[in-house]
């Protein structure tokens, strides 16, 4: 019963492959992003979706392409992966508004090491 | 081990000792506060929040304290616990518009708790 998942938590693979990872969430939430944290633990949004339209994108370069088929999931499929994409990537998500609004949730997050 | 070349702030503490986390944010028009707790391999975990509005909030062991007048927000944790043992981050938000969401992070700060 995670409330935010996302799989897979660990991915190793090759220069210029195309991955995906893949988020849902069981909050009922409207709001879901996709965040980097890098070697030295350092926080950053990539990316925002409100009920599956993109908000916020964050200087990304144009190989990460987040897909949010419906609120409950926001993917991020990654095209031809550098050594410098190398990172904990972490889903997380939100509601806007209600009691519980501006509180975000974060998944378990997803090792990516590019070799 | 996890820390290394991390360069981190660190801080040190006995079991049983208070601890104050600190940070300093950046952008005067934040609005809301929040810190989070992440445990080795595991996504950020909410501990508690504070709007602009306030000065100070209390939760279960910990209260957190906003300064706006220098930017700073510290985390205090009374009878400081091994489980406490983390890093802990600070975010910032504009809880409004199209940047609702967009969580700034601080660097982030280890707290090892000795039994």
């Known amino acids: 019963d995670t409330a935010v998942s996302q799989t897979p938590k660990y991915l190793v693979t090759q220069m210029g492959n195309d991955k995906s990872i893949k988020c849902e969430q069981n909050l009922g939430h409207d709001t879901m992003y996709w965040y980097k944290q890098d070697s030295k633990k350092f926080l950053k949004i990539m990316f925002s979706?409100?009920?599956?339209?993109?908000?916020i994108n964050e200087t990304v370069p144009n190989r990460f392409s987040p897909k949010s088929p419906d609120k409950a999931h926001l993917n991020l499929h990654i095209n031809s992966l550098e050594l410098g994409d190398s990172a904990v990537y972490f889903c997380?998500?939100?509601?806007?508004?209600?009691?519980?609004?501006?509180?975000?949730?974060f998944g378990e997050g997803s090792w990516l090491t590019v070799v | 081990g996890e820390s290394v070349g991390l360069h981190l702030p660190t801080l040190s503490v006995q079991e049983g000792d208070n601890s104050i986390i600190n940070c300093a944010y950046s952008?005067?028009?934040?609005?809301?506060f929040i810190w989070y707790k992440q445990e080795s391999g595991k996504g950020p975990q909410f501990i508690i929040d504070i709007r602009s509005n306030m000065d100070k909030r209390q939760g279960q062991r910990v209260t957190v304290l906003l300064n706006k007048t220098v930017k700073h927000l510290s985390l205090q944790i009374a009878a400081t616990q091994p489980g406490d043992s983390a890093v802990y981050f600070c975010a910032e938000t504009y809880a409004g518009g199209t940047s609702y969401g967009k969580l700034t992070f601080g660097q982030g700060t280890i707290l090892t708790v000795h039994p």
């Open positions: 997380a998500s939100s509601q806007v508004g209600g009691r519980d609004r501006n509180t975000i949730y």
């Open positions: 952008n005067s028009a934040s609005d809301y």
């Open positions: 979706y409100n009920n599956k339209e993109l908000i």
